[in-house]
């Protein structure tokens, strides 16, 4: 399930475009494989992309699906969601309008589109698709450690905690192994991370618990097979660390047989997200994230039931550090790992592009 | 969703009784808190349970609804699967007539009772209950750790592999806690277990990703808040080296908080249960199972990011074993680990009830 690559996307973010709230929609932009052709915003008509977003981007902000067509737009991506309820009436209008113009619709949100009768039967009639990002799919294996089995190079980002930067990680990295001319490769498992690849992928924190990890080995192997020999960077979810979600994160370590790991982390987080509720174990004050040490230890341990595996690399998310405290950051994870630690969003992926590289070749 | 205790069973296995199929059959007839007032099954009716099965109980196996109504029976237990396809017409009969005849329904099936449109509306007319096990709630939490707040010693079974006795290890823990006077709780965590609990529990391998700890978690503060101080065994799944499994596994682990865990074993097995399939990553040769030494320092590691827990004793599961096969594993199993070991169903649930609770008193 993917659209291809070459269709025109048109980002759906009305009253959003530019605030938290559209974070996909920027996720998109920024990393995207598909071209932009223009965001839908009627709230901010007119303005510039890269004023709003800093985004490097020439798209424009217009108000119409009608205006989105004129543009080339073959898809339209919902980039953002409503805030609770059911879907806003405006919002069905756009999306049957979108059909009728020839789009394809991307949705990442937790409502289906598929399940809505209406849209279904026009997108049918239309020979339209719809892309229910986050709906897994009916028929999952159960892992077996079918990758092992191909010619690829696998790594998997990791953290300590959730919500740190692995998909981003993963992005950075692998733009700069395609400025390097590398075949490499990105699995998605998260809606953001999909929506970035037009729809391909898989949501396994969505996914029944027996058939996480079958998930993520059936992308993988897929993937390997149509491209041997490539470097596929799998995007991590959660941590090993975290009460809720760990079980997602051991599915992938053990479903993708990781041969190189970077452990992404954001320095100014010291408990873990979510631990510090009142109801939490911790009693409000909330648990500690852990030391480089003891997380490196314990993804390299796991990791190692399917094969032997290595933390080679450390990507640490600064954006909310001065540049004092990011140097001080990196220093200090550089000096208690003795491994490459960079911020891949205000540097490149370069560095750990490098260190991943220097790995597997030390392997051959 | 739970049964009452004191509700008789009608334990439904047309065709299969004393055959491998109706193994849950037999755990619920083994294991299960309600009375059994009969075995449904027309191929064997007459015969002896106790002859076919081995289980020490004297209800009769009758060929009708109508003779298990008069013999007590408050609801209808499916302890059996037929061979693929949709149910068998001679099955939604029976279901019918017990529903008449005034039964509630407990099925652990994959396909859902709920979702049959006559048999819903028929056990809403009655008011009858229809216990559709596999299915899981719709309003789960994600895990924080609530356990660790509750006044409870939990226990959990942890294993080598899957299907290697982690349930029946821990029921067996709970029959000698039972009968020292102690005020031990089971928390089943797939449909066996919750059938053998009259319907108590979660499939935890059916919730979504996200959920599992979360489930985990719910449901042993419920149970704790309705019996502080007790001691409460929590059933295990599959096993953290388990490649398919092994994600819901951690979620078990860090979603119940375990103070003390049993490992369990079976000593005839020598590979990951799977992993000798010829797409397996292992090319057909299989994966090994680890040493119990290398799965206590995984299991000690993985729980001790929620808090310590230590690894008490061995569940070894060797009914497929000659008696000096059985005491030179137990003695190895002894001799490697330091710790206690024993096969809980050819003696009983005592020696590891007595290593949990000696490691609990050291912990006050």
């Known amino acids: ?81 409503w805030s609770g309820g059911a879907m806003p ?44 990002v986050r709906r897994s799919p009916e028929k999952l294996p159960v892992a077996c450690g079918r990758v092992m089995k191909e010619d690829a190079f696998v790594v998997l980002t990791v953290g300590t905690d959730c919500s740190v930067g692995k998909m981003t990680a993963s992005l950075e990295i692998r733009k700069s192994a395609r400025e390097a001319g590398l075949d490499c490769q990105f ?5 953001t991370g999909m929506m970035i690849e037009g729809g391909d992928g898989i949501a396994i924190d969505r996914v029944i618990g027996d058939f996480m990890a079958g998930a993520t080995e059936m992308m993988i192997v897929e993937k390997a097979k149509k491209h041997p020999g490539s470097l596929i960077l799998v995007e991590g979810q959660g941590s090993l660390s975290h009460p809720g979600f760990s079980g ?20 100014s987080r010291s408990i873990i997200k979510g631990s510090d509720r009142a109801e939490a174990g911790a009693d409000g004050a909330g648990m500690p994230i852990s030391s480089y040490t003891r997380l490196i230890e314990t993804y390299e341990s796991m990791a190692a039931y399917m094969r032997p595996a290595k933390v080679v690399g450390l990507a640490l998310n600064t954006h909310d550090l001065s540049e004092e405290e990011r140097a001080e950051a990196l220093r200090k994870a550089e000096e208690e790992t003795g491994l490459p630690a960079c911020d891949p969003v205000r540097e490149s992926g370069k560095k750990l592009l490098d260190a991943i590289q220097s790995f597997r070749n030390s392997q051959r």
């Open 1 to 81: 399930m993917y659209l291809e690559a070459n269709i025109k996307l048109a980002v759906y973010a009305p009253n959003e475009f530019g605030k938290a709230q559209a974070k996909t929609a920027e996720g998109v932009m920024r990393y995207g494989v598909n071209p932009i052709a223009c965001v839908i915003d009627a709230a901010c008509a007119g303005q510039s992309v890269k004023a709003l977003t800093g985004i490097e981007s020439d798209a424009p902000i217009v108000s119409t699906i009608a205006e989105a067509k004129a543009l080339g737009a073959g898809a339209l991506l919902l980039g953002t969601a």
């Open 89 to 132: 009436s405006e919002w069905k209008k756009d999306i049957e309008q979108a059909i009728l113009a020839d789009m394809d619709i991307v949705n990442g949100l937790h409502d289906f589109l598929c399940d809505d009768a209406k849209l279904s039967k026009l997108a049918r009639e239309r020979g339209k698709r719809l892309f229910d």
């Open 187 to 191: 699995i998605a498992t998260g809606q």
């Open 248 to 267: 997602v994160t051991m599915a992938l370590v053990h479903g993708s047989c990781p041969q190189a790991m970077i452990l992404c982390h954001r320095p």
